[in-house]
Structure formats: C-alpha cells, structure tokens
C-alpha cells in the first residue's frame, strides 16, 4: 500500500516523485507515455486499491482493485448492476468511497479531490446520453468545451488565439465533423452527436476518459468509425470503456475487465474472460 502524500491538486499541480518503491501495478507492463505534468513512473495512470462504495448497506463497490496502465484501452463489462457507473462516479469524484484509495498517477489521490479538480487535473467523463449545447454550432461547442477561463467577463472578451482554432479543426477532423462545424448541433444525428461530445472532451486534452456505453445507439457505420477513433486514440491517451455491446468490445480491447456485484470478477482478453467459467455463468450466459 502507498504512503499518503500532501495533497497536490491545484489548478496546475507541479507534482514531485513519489518514495514509493512500487506495488503490484508494476507488473501491468505499459508506460510508453508520460503525462504532462503527472507523475506516472510505473507506467500506471489509475489506480484503485481497496475501493468500496456502500447505499444504505448495500455494497455498489466491493474492495475493488483496479489498475489502468498509461496510453491503454480497458474495457469494463458486467451484467447491469455490477457496480460499472459507480466506479466512473467514484474516479470522477461524484462519490466518495468508504473504504480504499484510488490514485491518478503517483502523487493525485482522488478521494480528496473536488469533481472540478479531478476534471483539470486530465480525467474526461463521457455519459451514455450526449449533452451538448443543441443551439450552438459544432464549433461553438468546441470553443466553449477549451480549457479556458470560464469566468463572465472573460468569456465577453475572449477570442480565440490561432493555437486553439487550429486545435479545434484538428479535433474536428478526429471526429469526421469539419464539414459540420457550421451545423446547429441539435440537427446532428445521434452518433454525431455522441461523436461531437468525444471532440469536448478532446479539447481540453484529458490523459485519462471515461467512457459509458459510447455506441449505444449508433448504426453500423458509426459503430464501426467508433472503433477506430478510439483505437487512434489510444497511447496518445488512456481509455476506460464500459460497454455491453461485445461485438464492440471485441473489435477495440486488448484488456477486459469484468465487475461482478461490485468486484472484480475476471481480467484478460476478451477470448480469456469468455472462457472463464465465473463469466459465463454469471453475464455471459450458458
């Protein structure tokens, strides 16, 4: 287990090492990225140890460990109820766990951080159901979603600088929207709109997103662009995925993660975890 450090989560936290010798995260194999301004030296971006979340004596979490290694692509299954959105709420700060820790980096722990902090500090949350600002165009989204002073009088005097436009036409490419960018967001299609709240998350340049159910909804074809987007993110990012649609996971995952009342339950590829007999038995089905 890890030493409490200070606190560290100001807006631009300047975060020293960690005297931690390592823990069983070291053996996760990945670090090929360094993040900003993070400490990520044993190559993990996230790390749960010990979590549990209790309602009213029930237990959504249940002492889960997890570890997200940097640049990687996990995906999380389990049948409904196993303790998925818990575990994004937990990560984002929405809930505080009773028990555990759970660390971004080396030196962040994020159950003494506000939802706020844990957001500017490089974790990006995507819901299931897209919210984006239907009145503005494309770009003004992305304009508006921009690490940015958010305060009144600075949104009345900002104008963008060529850094930022030329950020927002590259994401706009990324997502396949630049002959959109002019479009009312509220007359995209569905996935494009899924596709467009991905590109806010993008602007802000998260290390870490968090994404729930993405292609619930979509065609085949936004489906399988889908795919490949996160698949091209990945490395240059870290992505946690929680879906159900297998076909899915099957196409973008070197690594599942299957919950199970609020654990744990299987860990591998995906073809591992479909012949591990628990999975099958308890979301899989015979």
């Not at 600002?133 to 002073?149: C, G, P």
């Not at 930022?164 to 995209?188: F, K």
């Not at 919950?259 to 591990?276: F, K, P, T, Y």
């Amino acid at each position: 287990m890890k030493t409490t450090p200070t606190p560290a989560f100001m807006l631009e936290p300047i975060l020293a090492p960690n005297s931690d010798a390592g823990t069983s995260r070291d053996a996760i194999g990945f670090g090929q990225m360094v993040g900003k301004g993070l400490n990520t030296r044993h190559g993990t971006i996230l790390t749960l140890e010990d979590i549990s979340v209790s309602f009213d004596g029930f237990k959504a979490l249940n002492n889960l460990n997890l570890y997200i290694g940097v640049g990687e692509l996990r995906c999380i299954i389990g049948p409904n109820g196993a303790g998925k959105t818990t575990l994004m709420d937990v990560i984002t700060g929405k809930t505080r766990p009773s028990h555990g820790k759970a660390w971004f980096g080396e030196t962040l722990d994020l159950t003494l951080m506000s939802e706020v902090q844990i957001a500017q500090a490089g974790i990006g949350r995507k819901f299931q159901k897209p919210t984006v600002f239907e009145a503005l165009s494309v770009f003004e989204n992305l304009e508006l979603a921009q690490k940015t002073d958010k305060s009144v009088w600075a949104s009345l005097r900002a104008r963008l600088t060529g850094e930022q436009q030329d950020s927002i036409l590259q994401v706009l490419e990324t997502i396949r929207l630049t002959h959109s960018m002019h479009r009312p967001a509220g007359l995209l299609s569905h996935g494009q709109k899924q596709f467009l709240e991905i590109g806010m998350l993008l602007v802000q340049d998260p290390q870490l997103l968090l994404l729930d159910e993405p292609v619930a909804g979509m065609t085949d074809a936004e489906t399988e662009f889908t795919a490949e987007l996160f698949k091209s993110l990945a490395g240059k990012h870290s992505l946690m995925v929680v879906e159900h649609d297998m076909g899915f996971v099957g196409s973008i995952a070197d690594h599942v993660t299957v919950l199970h009342q609020g654990s744990v339950l299987a860990e591998g590829s995906l073809e591992a975890v479909q012949a591990d007999e628990r999975v099958i038995e308890v979301y899989l089905g015979r």
